[in-house]
C-alpha cells in the first residue's frame, strides 16, 4: 500500500502526461530502493557536467540531465538520490550501491559485455588540448603536424584509440590518472598536447590551464565510432529500458537538446582538424 | 645416564642398522608430512570447491578471470612490461652506488667530516620517511616545471631520479648496518697493520660488511621491482598502466591479474634466491 501511495506521490508531483505515468510504472520495483532513483556520479564530478560539484542543485549538463530523467521515470527531485563511485566501483562484480551511474561514461562494444549502457545522452567532439607556446611553434590544425607533437592521456577515457588509430603520433603518448595530472604534465612542458572530450577541453583551457588553448576539434560526424556518453548500468539491469525510454522521450521532444544549450559552451570556434 | 645414551646413539654410524630412536623420529617425521598432505589437499580442495558456489563466483569470474580479455591483453602486457624491467635495470645500479655513498657519509668518524655524517642523517630520515608517490610526483612533476627543455624534462629522467633518492636512503640503513655488525677490534686489527682509514674500509671492513646484507639488500631489490610501476603515476605506460588502459577498455579486471601474474614470474625466483642467500649465510655462522 505505501508502495502504491508513493508512486501516486511521484506521479501528482511530477506533473506530466499520461506517457509518463507509463514510465513511472516502469520503475516500480525495480530500484535499489523502493521508491527513490539512486544515481552515482564521479567524486569529484567535474564542471560542465556537474557545477561546483554538487548534482542535487540540478546545475550543469549531467545533473541536468538525470533529473529530467527521473522525472520522465516518474520521480520527483526529492526522490532523487546521489552517491559518488570511481570508474573502478562502478565496473566492480557484486551488487552496486547505485540504479545508474553518470559521469561521462563512453559507450563501447567492449564495455557492453561487461556492463549494461543506456542510448546515448550526448555525443562528444574530441578536442586537442594545448598551451599557446605550442601553438607559437606552428602546430597546426592538421593530422600531419598532430603527429609530430607529444601526446598525453587520461588513461581510463576513450580518448586513447582514438590517438592510436586517428592521429597515429610519431612517440608514444604518456597517459596519466587523471586531468589533473595531465595538466600538471602539460605545465611541466612534458606533453604538447592532450585528448579531451570537447566540453572538458573548453573548460580547461579556458579556466584551469595556464595560457591553454584548443587546437583543433574532431567533430563526431566525422569518426567512425563517435564517442558517445550514456549511463551505467548493472549488466541485465531491469531498469534499463525504462531509462531508455525517458531518454529516447527527451531527445524526441528536444529537451535534451535545450539542456545541452544551457549547459554546454557553443564550440563553432574550434577549428575542425582535416 | 641419559648423557651417555644419546652420546651413544650420535657415535654410532648410522649407514648401518639404524637404531630404535632413529626408527621412532622417521616414524614420526611420516607422521607429521602425511598430515600435513592431508591438510594441504583438504585446504585446496575446500577453496577450488567452495568459492565457486559463493553466488558471485559467476559475475567475480567474468570481471577477473575472464579468458578471453586475458587472451586479448596479455601480450600487450609482456610487452609493457620491458619498460619496467628498462627502469629497473637503470635504476637499481644507480641506487646501490647512492646508498653505498650515503652509508659512507654516515660513517664518517673525522670531526671535519662532520657535515658530511649530518648530510647522510638528514638523507635517509627525510627519504625514508617520505611515501615513494609524493617523491615521484614532486620531483617528476615540479622538476621539470622549473622550465627545463626537453629532453631534459622526461618522466624517465625524473621519475628515475625520485626512485633513486628513496631507495637508495633504505639502501644506505641496510649498508650501514652492515658496517655496524663488523666489530671495532677489525679496524684496530687493520690499523696495526699499517692500512689507513679508508683502506681499513675498503679492503677489511666493506667486503664484510657487504655480503652480510646482501639478503637484506635482495628484498629490497624486489620491492624495487613492484615500485617502478610508480612512475606511471608521471606518464610512463609500464605494465600496470597498461593493465589500467585495457581495464577501462574492457571494463574488465582481468589485465591486472595478468600483470599480476609477470610480476610473481619475476618476483617469486628473486625472493626464493634471495631466501636462499639468507639460509646460506645463516647456516655458515653457526
Redesign the interface.
Known sequence: MKLLANTALALAFSATSALAADHGACAIGKTLTEGMLTIATGNPAYYPWVMNDAPESGEGFEAAVAYAIADKMGFSAEDVTWVRTS??EA????TKNFDFNMQQYSI?P??E???DFSLPYYTSAMAVLTTQSVLDTGAEATLDSLMGL?W?AV????A??ILSDVIQPES??????DNA?VN??I?????DAALYDLPTALYLSAVVVEGGALLGQFPPEQSERPDQFGLLMEEGSPLKECVNAAISELTESGELAAIEAKWLAEATGVPVIE | MVDTSSQNSTKKPSAEAPTRREVYEAGIRRRANRIALISTVSVALAIVVLVPLAPGWDAVQRAFFNGRVFAATFPGLLDAFLLNVMIFAWSAPLIAVTGLAIALCRDARAPALFPLRLLGTAYTDVFRGLPVVLVIYIIGFGVPGLGLPRPWNSPYIWGTLALVLVYSAYVAEVIRSGIDSIHQSQRSAAASLGLSDRDAMRFVVLPKAIRNVVPANMNLFIALQKDVALLSFIGPVEIFRQAGVYKSLYANFTPYVGAALIFLALTIPATRYADYLMNKQNRART
Open positions: 570508474f573502478d565496473i566492480q562484480p557484486g563501447t567492449e564495455r559485455e561487461m556492463i607529444k598525453g588513461a581510463t577515457t576513450t586513447l584509440p608514444d603518448p604518456l597517459l596519466y590518472n595530472d600538471a604534465a605545465m611541466a612542458g612534458q606533453i
